[in-house]
């Protein structure tokens, strides 16, 4: 009954110094972006070559952080009151939502399509460490 006293005590007297080395170990990792401050946009491309231009482009002028390239995506929808279907590449951006505009009037401005589709979605939770790498990848 002693010992496991002693071993109580003991465990209390941590609890203290294992509080102090959690708010430690929280205060050095990087601070979360705020659900909604980035954002998955989805574009796509008639083909592969127009996607790594645009992809490419996206990343060199920092409007991106990242771009995934989906090929052979089909896509069905209704063009000028006909119902289409073609294959086309599908990029996947990954961006602050403040940069949102300026990605699509830049995907707007290269697009070999008369509307380019540009979409966006914002992003509420993900792998803290790559969120903060998006962010600080594309600057405000």
Sequence with gaps: M???????????????????????????????????????????????????DIARALVEKHLAACVNIVPQVTSIYEWKGKIEEDGEVLLMIKTRSSRIPALTDFVRSVHPYEVAEVIALPIQQGNAPYLQWVGETVPE
């Design 2 to 52: 002693r010992a496991a006293l002693g071993v109580l005590a003991l465990s209390l007297c941590m609890v203290p110094l294992l509080r102090a080395g959690i708010r430690r170990l929280c205060s050095m990792a990087a601070p979360p972006c705020a659900p909604g401050t980035l954002s998955a946009a989805f574009v796509t491309c008639p083909n592969e070559s127009v996607a790594k």
